[in-house]
């Protein structure tokens, strides 16, 4: 097949079946495959993001305590995301990229 992407390698939508909360399809390919290190990028930003994912969730619990960390993870997981979102762009990309800019906005602005 030729995937370069974990997503589409993975678990992909089936072609043209995209949608705003998950825009990776068979056919999906990132922005710049032609440069041949996107899927150790897409594996790094996907790590990163969930890292982050998962301290936030156990210190919004208060099974890890990290004082004011909380909203760093929450900027970290929002920038991983959107870079990741932006390395595979297209149409389907803009409610989530939207949702990443709100949640920014949100820790930045209204803090």
Same mark, same amino acid.
Do not use: C
């Given at each position: 097949?030729? *995937?370069?992407?974990?997503?589409?390698?993975?678990?992909? @939508?089936?072609?043209?079946?995209?949608? =705003?909360?998950?825009?990776?399809? @068979?056919?999906?390919?990132? @922005?710049? =495959?032609?440069?041949?290190?996107?899927?150790?990028?897409?594996?790094?930003?996907?790590?990163?993001?969930?890292?982050?994912?998962?301290?936030?969730?156990?210190?919004?619990?208060?099974?890890?305590?990290?004082?004011?960390?909380?909203?760093?993870?929450?900027?970290?997981?929002?920038?991983?995301? @959107?870079?990741?979102?932006?390395?595979?762009?297209?149409?389907?990309?803009?409610?989530?990229?939207?949702?990443?800019?709100?949640?920014?906005?949100?820790?930045?602005?209204? *803090?």
């Amino acid at each position: 097949m030729g *995937h370069t992407s974990v997503f589409t390698a993975d678990v992909p @939508a089936q072609a043209g079946k995209a949608t =705003s909360y998950w825009p990776f399809t @068979a056919e999906t390919r990132p @922005a710049l =495959s032609f440069l041949g290190w996107p899927q150790a990028v897409t594996l790094l930003l996907l790590a990163i993001a969930a890292a982050a994912l998962i301290v936030a969730v156990l210190a919004l619990f208060s099974i890890i305590i990290l004082a004011d960390g909380w909203v760093v993870l929450v900027i970290i997981e929002a920038i991983a995301v @959107a870079l990741q979102y932006i390395l595979y762009f297209g149409f389907f990309v803009l409610l989530p990229l939207a949702i990443d800019a709100m949640l920014l906005w949100g820790v930045f602005v209204q *803090h």
